[in-house]
C-alpha cells in the first residue's frame, strides 16, 4: 500500500441559508412533501452544528465485546445578522393576521423545515448542505442603544435536526472537492427545493437516469 498525500481546502466564509417549509398535516407530523418555495437568506455570521450521539459499550468475559452508538438529533445555531419576521414567525407556529398582528405565545405546534446552509472553501471548492427535516427550538432578540460607534447587533436561532429517513439520516450533503461531485451542479440547482436522496441529486444536476 502507498501512501496518499492529500490537501484538503480550508474553509473560507460561510455562505447564504435557505428554507423549504414542510406542507403539514392536520396532526403535524413530518411528512416528505415540501412547499415550492424556497426561501434564500445572505445574513449568515456563523453557523454551529453540533451532532448529538450517545454510545454504549456491551461487555463479555471482562472485556469490551463490542459498542453501539446511536445518533440523536442535531443542534444548528445560526448566528445572524437579521432574519424575515414573516419567516421566523411561522417557524415559532404563530398567526399572522391580515392586518399585519401577530399573536405570540400560544405555544401553537411548531411547523417542520428543511434548512440548507453554504460553506465556501478555497480554490473554489464549496460544500452544501440540507437538513430536510427541522424544528426551531430556540432564538435570541436583543437590542442595544445606538452610539458613535458603529456596531453589529446580531440575533441567534438555534435549530433542531431529526433523522428524516428510515436509516436514520439527518444530513444529505455534497461537497465539490469529493470525487464523484456531479458536473454542472450549482449553487442554484442544489437548494431548488430539499434533497434527500441520491435521485434526488440526479434530478437537481441534470443527470440522465
Known amino acids: 500500500m502507498g501512501i496518499t498525500t ?11 441559508q435557505y428554507v423549504c417549509f414542510t406542507t403539514q398535516t392536520e396532526d403535524g407530523d413530518w411528512q416528505n412533501k415540501f412547499e415550492t418555495d424556497v426561501e434564500k437568506t445572505e445574513v449568515v455570521k456563523k453557523v454551529k452544528v453540533s451532532e448529538n450521539m450517545s454510545s454504549e459499550v456491551a461487555y463479555a468475559s471482562g472485556v469490551v465485546y463490542d459498542s453501539d452508538s446511536t445518533s440523536g ?26 392586518g399585519g398582528l401577530i399573536l405570540s405565545g400560544s405555544g401553537g405546534s411548531r411547523p417542520y423545515f428543511a434548512y440548507g446552509k453554504v460553506v465556501k472553501l478555497k480554490r473554489g471548492k464549496i460544500r452544501m448542505e440540507w437538513y430536510p427535516k427541522c424544528k426551531l427550538t430556540e432564538n435570541s432578540d436583543e437590542a ?9 447587533q446580531t440575533d441567534t436561532v438555534k435549530i ?7 436509516a436514520g439520516n439527518i444530513k444529505a450533503y455534497v461537497d465539490s472537492s469529493v470525487t464523484g461531485f456531479p458536473e454542472g451542479l450549482t449553487e442554484e440547482k442544489f437548494f431548488a427545493k430539499p ?3 441520491a435521485e434526488d441529486l440526479k434530478t437537481a444536476a441534470g443527470v440522465a437516469r
Do not use: Q
Not at 73 to 98: S, Y
Not at 144 to 152: L, V
Open 73 to 98: 438529533n442535531t443542534t444548528i445555531e445560526v448566528e445572524v445578522i437579521a432574519f424575515p419576521a414573516d419567516t421566523l414567525a411561522k417557524m415559532r407556529g404563530e398567526k399572522v393576521d391580515v
Open 144 to 152: 442595544s442603544t445606538k452610539t458613535e460607534k458603529f456596531a453589529e
Open 160 to 166: 433542531s435536526a431529526y433523522p428524516f429517513d428510515s
Open 195 to 197: 434533497i434527500l436522496t
Open 6 to 16: 492529500k490537501k484538503p481546502p480550508m474553509k473560507e466564509t460561510v455562505g447564504a
